[in-house]
């Protein structure tokens, strides 16, 4: 264990997270995925799944290894954070390279839940007499790519709901539109657009307020802009057909709540503003298993991001 009180394990997997975040827009619909290879206590080699249809991270860890260092796999230990993968899909087997390469041990952060894998690169590497060990800073590598499992287990995009309000609870001033969020939180707004693939207001929001749903105070993709009232309610099983892995709904408060009464939700963030007005429409009240997990302040407002008590675990 080293001073910071980690294991060396549990080191190298931290960096593995760490360029796993790298492919955060371009893996998609593919998950992050980061690889680090270690001989005699240094990293020897290093990659990430950098774009859907190239190279999985392990292939580019073992491609940056030096010609002069290929000698040392044989005793070096491969960290990974996803479950190397055994099935033919765009690429091959990352769990077969691995093999050939002949590495003595292999670190998984957390399984596969994708139907194709699900263990088996696991096994695969067992069986070739490969010592694997699972399960090393598992939660951090599960939450990495929550919105891919949420989509492959329940077959449906990882919801987050999301709204701002004043102090006492409002989100509007006298049922007419308030600006809430600073240029900051809105920058920050923008910013969670831009990594989710489709965000979802309510008709009454969309023909009172006109929003745009773009990132335009932010870099990146805009997210698919889409409308829902009684006529035209969500089809998740349409969502799920058309790839969409993450939803983001910002309102009204009727259509906040509708999702809350489902519990068809996995985040919620909050964004609460140190002012008060007299009249107006109430914020949607937060549930009783929603867990906090972050609680951050910009410019005087607050925003708090909570988790559905099921994802944690």
């Not at 190279?55 to 260092?69: I, K, L």
């Amino acid at each position: 264990m080293n001073r910071n009180g980690m294991t060396e394990d549990e080191k190298y997997m931290r960096r593995c997270l760490q360029l796993a975040r790298c492919g955060q827009q371009n893996a998609k619909p593919n998950p992050m995925v980061g690889a680090v290879i270690v001989a005699k206590g240094t990293i020897i080699g290093e990659g990430y799944h950098v774009r859907c249809g190239q190279g999985h991270a392990e292939v580019n860890a073992f491609a940056s290894v030096r010609p002069e260092d290929e000698p040392l796999l044989k005793d070096a230990t491969l960290y990974v954070s996803l479950e190397p993968c055994s099935h033919y899909g765009k690429t091959p087997p990352c769990a077969d390279l691995i093999v050939r390469k002949g590495v003595r041990r292999v670190v998984v952060g957390c399984i596969d839940e994708f139907a194709e894998v699900q263990g088996r690169g696991i096994k695969k590497l067992r069986d070739a007499g490969i010592d694997v060990t699972v399960g090393v800073l598992e939660a951090e590598c599960k939450a990495l790519n929550r919105r891919f499992f949420t989509f492959h287990r329940l077959h449906r995009p990882y919801i987050i709901l999301k709204w701002a309000q004043t102090a006492n609870g409002f989100i509007d001033d006298h049922f007419r539109p308030l600006a809430i969020s600073t240029p900051f939180t809105q920058m920050l707004s923008h910013k969670l657009r831009a990594e989710e693939d489709a965000i979802l207001v309510g008709r009454v929001t969309d023909e009172r307020e006109h929003p745009q749903l773009t990132v335009r105070h932010w870099e990146g993709p805009n997210p698919k802009r889409m409308i829902i009232d009684r006529q035209h309610p969500l089809n998740m099983e349409s969502l799920y057909a058309h790839g969409i892995q993450s939803l983001i709904v910002e309102g009204g408060a009727r259509t906040l709540q509708s999702f809350l009464e489902q519990d068809l939700w996995d985040e919620i963030r909050v964004e609460t503003a140190p002012i008060t007005v007299t009249d107006g429409t109430r914020a949607p009240q937060l549930p009783a298993n929603a867990v906090m997990i972050d609680r951050q302040c910009f410019d005087g407002n607050q925003i708090c991001c909570l988790s559905h008590e099921i994802v944690l675990r």
